[in-house]
C-alpha cells in the first residue's frame, strides 16, 4: 500500500513539477498551462502513451487536469464504439459530465456560502 502512494505523488508530483516549470520559467499563465495540459492529456490517451501512465500512478495521473483530458479521450473512444461517428461528439460529453455537475454544483454551494470581497 505504500508503495503505491508513493507512486501516486510521484507522478502527481512531476505533473505539478512540469506545470510550475512551465509558469515559472516559461512565463506562461495558469489558463495557458490548464489548455496545455487538457490537450496534451488528450493527444497522449489517443496515441496510447497515457494508458501506462495511469496504470502506474493511478489517481496521481487522473486526478489532475491533464486527467480531464484523458478523461475526454476515453469517452470519445467508447462514444465512438457504442454510437459510431456521432460518439466523437457525445462520448466526451458524457464520460465528464459527472465531474462538470458536481463542480458547478460545489461552486454554486461554495458562492452562497462564502462572500468574495474585490481587491482594491
Do not use: W
Request: charged share 10%; proline share 4%.
Amino acid at each position: 500500500m505504500l508503495l503505491n502512494y508513493m507512486k501516486v505523488f510521484l507522478v502527481g508530483g512531476m505533473l505539478c513539477l512540469i506545470a510550475q516549470v512551465m509558469m515559472d520559467y516559461f512565463k506562461l499563465q495558469t489558463p495557458y498551462v490548464m489548455v496545455i495540459y487538457v490537450t496534451l492529456g488528450s493527444i497522449l490517451t489517443f496515441l496510447g502513451i497515457y494508458d501506462p501512465i495511469v496504470k502506474f500512478g493511478s489517481s496521481g495521473a487522473t486526478v489532475p487536469i491533464i486527467g480531464f483530458g484523458y478523461s475526454l479521450a476515453q469517452g470519445v473512444i467508447q462514444g465512438i464504439e457504442k454510437d459510431g461517428f456521432l460518439g466523437i461528439f457525445t462520448g466526451g460529453i458524457s464520460a465528464t459530465a459527472g465531474g462538470v455537475a458536481a463542480a458547478i454544483f460545489f461552486g454554486y454551494i461554495i458562492s452562497i456560502i462564502f462572500n468574495p470581497k474585490a481587491k482594491p
